[in-house]
């Protein structure tokens, strides 16, 4: 799924996308974030912020400093440095989200779509339908059964694309269109072969299934989680989903309401990312 | 109360206090860049305040705020013309206006532009979350849209007797007559996924910009696009719609392709997103964009690197401290 050179795609006079392979999968994605931190590591002056996203990274940076053609060659000769094999370890928090699927503000949201556009199939029906899966039961056992990888953060402070590790447990679907104007805050959503929770009450455009009642965005910073930023998930952590009960993601609320929850977070874990594939490649599937 | 403030008495419609570069170096976890939408106006007004050109200042959007000064100071107006007056009486914008404690500086609604600018001796002196003063009001970053009563802290002011400056017209942002915009812009990154005859089409069609637009995104209303081959037949992680891709990077000033609607993203807009982006507004035109109102025409006209550099280096020399002269 990498191509093989980088492929440079310029956005306007102050940016550059940097596309290394075609494809939604985790190999791609660590190369991705090598490619970043060698970035990183050269401390080129002109660049302001870089994104690292599934397949690709955008570069910002200021052209007054440096040209758009300086800065592709650098890009280029510091892959060619680094190469594309993948192996080591890093650093992963394991933050386990307790989640309530089919709950009842993201079916408010969902009938309030369809109420514009009726043909608009029920998301977690559709979900079902074009996954194979025999009920909702069984698209919450999925979902539920695997631990995901945080690819990329972005489209609203702290929204993360998460794809799932285990083999076998990946569901696809299509995103809305057009658009939703809402979503509700904490919802869980798919999209592609991805899932991500929405941080915030914002536009969006993944099927949804349920909602996270603990947050992944705290503006104020009240929890205890966000002692150091906005936002919880960082690109390279791991989620892992807990269902909950109606009745226990009502407390939950209350906790996150009342400024006391404390989220579940492992902090001492590393990913291995040899011992990954190796156990993902036993499981008879590509990782 | 601090002496050095300002109190709100009416908040505008969304004002919003804006500082220059914008927050650099969070857009990898979500965070917009912000700052002032119209940079033009927003150096201009600082220069007219005798600040830094980039300082803290408040940016309106299409109605103004009321404020009073709870410390004398200079203020600038700047940018959509809202009519300030001060105590009931008009003042002129692109200049500066000594104000004593006490007085109140109200924006009406803008009669031409959208956004109109006031810099205050001193800067806002609000607090710096994740390295800048600038707010993104939707998320609450940096704080929120100006409330009814909040209070705006002011850096320390200056002492002694102060110029009194002014922007001469031929410096000042030119607003069409005939809400007409010539939008300069580039092609890329993903104008290969349109079809020749659609790229040509962007660059020639009349674009009307529609009421939801906002510091987010201005929504435009055209023709249809048709798609290429790399659109068309896909891998399926890149979505089912044509103008879906797998989730990248957003530059700013993108002109974001969701179906078929053109959405050109804009300061507060999201960062990544699985919707190509055809073509992208060169960095000097940008302020134009802040002051095309709803029902306003764009025309893009299609520019180069080399191009954007010298209408980059057009708009630094015009919003450099040597374009103010005294009055």
Known sequence: ?287 | MSTHSITVLKPGLETTVQELPGRIGYLEQGFPVSGPFDKWSFRQANLLAGNPRDAAALECQFLGPALRFECDAVVAVTGADMRPKLDGQPVPMWQSVPVAAGQVLELAAAYTGARGYIAVSGGIDTPVVLGSRAVFHMARVGGQALAKAQILPLGAQPTGPRDLLAVPEAVRPPFPTDRTWQIEALAGPNDDWLDDASVEMFFSADWSVQAKSNRTGIRLTGPEFGFAGRALSKGSDHGQDPSNIIDHGYPLGAVNLAGQTPIILVNDAPSTGGFINPFTVASAAFWKLAQAKPGDILRFRRVDREEAARLRATLETVTSAGVTVRV
Not at chain 1, 37 to 51: L, S
Not at chain 1, 92 to 101: A, E
Not at chain 1, 246 to 271: K, N, S
Request: proline content about 7%; overall charge negative; hydrophobic content about 40%.
């Open chain 1, 1 to 287: 799924m990498l191509h093989e050179t980088l492929r440079f795609f310029p956005g306007g006079d102050r940016a550059v996308e940097v596309e290394l392979g075609d494809g939604m999968d985790f190999t791609l994605n660590f190369t991705v974030h090598r490619l970043v931190a060698a970035i990183r590591e050269a401390a080129i002056p002109a660049i302001e912020d870089i994104i690292p996203e599934l397949a690709s990274l955008q570069i910002n940076y200021d052209p007054d400093r440096m040209s758009y053609e300086d800065l592709v060659r650098e890009i280029a000769a510091i892959y060619e440095r680094i190469g594309t094999g993948i192996s080591g370890t890093l650093p992963s928090r394991l933050v386990t989200m307790p989640v309530s699927y089919f709950e009842a503000e993201t079916t408010a949201c969902i009938e309030d779509y369809r109420r514009t556009y009726p043909d608009k199939r029920t998301d977690p029906d559709l979900l079902c339908e074009l996954n194979g899966l025999e009920d909702r039961a069984a698209l919450a056992r999925r979902h539920s059964a695997t631990e995901y990888w945080v690819a990329a953060l972005g489209f609203w402070p702290g929204l993360c694309s998460l794809l799932p590790l285990r083999p076998g447990s990946r569901i696809t679907a299509p995103k809305y269109n057009p658009p939703r104007t809402w979503t509700p805050k904490g919802a869980v959503g798919i999209g592609g072969a991805l899932s991500c929770i929405y941080p915030d009450r914002t536009p969006g455009g993944y099927q949804l299934i349920g909602r996270c009642p603990a947050p992944i965005y705290d503006g104020a910073q009240r929890l205890p989680a966000f002692r150091d930023s906005l936002a919880l998930l960082r690109a390279g952590d791991r989620v892992r989903f807990r269902p909950v009960s109606a009745e226990e993601c009502a407390w939950i609320d209350a906790e996150v309401a009342a400024g006391r929850y404390e989220h579940d977070i492992v902090e001492y874990q590393v990913f291995s990312v040899d011992r990954y594939l190796d156990w993902a490649r036993a499981h008879g599937e590509k990782a």
